[in-house]
């Protein structure tokens, strides 16, 4: 089992004339799921022997917390903020076309299009994905010619924060954790978990300061940390082994893929970014 762990962060926005451009930070922490034996999941009980068993499904798993009023945005306004969170999370890591290797544009559309790094970033991940222009750092999509989906079903575990950021905008934290369920596309009995977390860290910037359009956030930073979604240069897919592929394990050190006692923040800080062997998935 081989992890990858990637992160982009500092992002600049582009400021209504007066305001000085700055630099954004995140935060985040979540809770480990106990500890369980690790056994293969099946075509009938993909999930079966792994943590993520007893987790949500879904959208379910990215809960939104109560709302009230922070920065320039009143209490509706954060809570209507905190819901297109959620759509943006669920149409970039959730949207069944997506993961199958459609254009994640639902999600796209909610990123502030005046953000010229985050534009070029989109337009050079889709159509040059590299180490730098990596698709799978916001969005999670599958080669339907290597892997197909097992079931209707994604496991999630996260969380939503928010607190007042730069220049009085609302800052929104995600930390998930996705499970997805997948065999070899040219068919077979056999079933890999490819476990993907992502921290996304997004500003809704007030309008009177940032250049932006209504309904759209600015991207502050991203980090994925990736279990059984492949280890060499970047495709713009997934990538999860099969056979015996399935048994090879990076040179580094060992994760977790399941443990979220420790942020992304965090463990970013503590290992350099690349291949390292997850101790379960």
């Known amino acids: 089992m081989v992890g990858l762990l990637a992160s982009v962060a500092l992002l600049v926005v582009a400021l209504v004339p007066g305001w000085v451009v700055g630099w954004f930070g995140d935060d985040g922490r979540s809770d480990a799921p106990p500890a369980e034996s690790a056994r293969r999941g099946t075509l009938g009980e993909p999930f079966k022997g792994s943590p993520a068993a007893r987790w949500s499904s879904g959208a379910a798993g990215l809960p939104v917390p109560e709302a009230r009023a922070t920065g320039w945005m009143s209490r509706a306004q954060v809570e209507r903020a905190l819901e297109q969170t959620r759509a943006f999370l669920a149409a970039a890591s959730l949207d ?4 199958q290797g459609d254009r994640p544009k639902k999600a796209i559309a909610l990123i502030n299009p005046h953000q010229k790094d985050v534009q070029a970033y989109l337009k050079a991940a889709f159509r040059a994905p590299s180490e730098r222009h990596d698709p799978l750092l916001l969005f999670s999509r599958f080669d339907t010619s290597h892997a197909r989906l097992v079931g209707d079903v994604v496991k999630t575990r996260g969380r939503i924060t928010y607190e007042e950021g730069k220049r009085g905008a609302l800052q929104v934290t995600s930390d998930v954790t996705y499970v997805y369920p997948v ?3 040219a068919g077979g009995d056999e079933v890999v978990r490819t476990i993907v977390r992502r921290e996304v860290v997004l500003s809704w910037d007030d309008p009177a300061k ?4 209504p309904g759209t956030f600015s991207l502050v930073s991203y980090k994925a940390d990736m279990t059984n979604g492949g280890c060499g240069a970047p495709t713009g897919y997934l990538t999860p ?3 015996t592929k399935s048994a090879d394990q990076a040179a580094g050190p060992e994760v977790d893929p399941y443990d979220r006692s420790t942020s992304l923040s965090e463990r ?3 290992s350099d970014d690349g291949c390292r062997t997850a101790t379960r998935s």
């Open 183 to 185: 065999a070899p596309a």
């Open 96 to 99: 069944r076309g997506v993961l």
């Open 268 to 270: 970013t800080a503590a």
């Open 241 to 243: 082994p099969f056979g």
């Open 210 to 213: 940032v250049i932006t359009e």
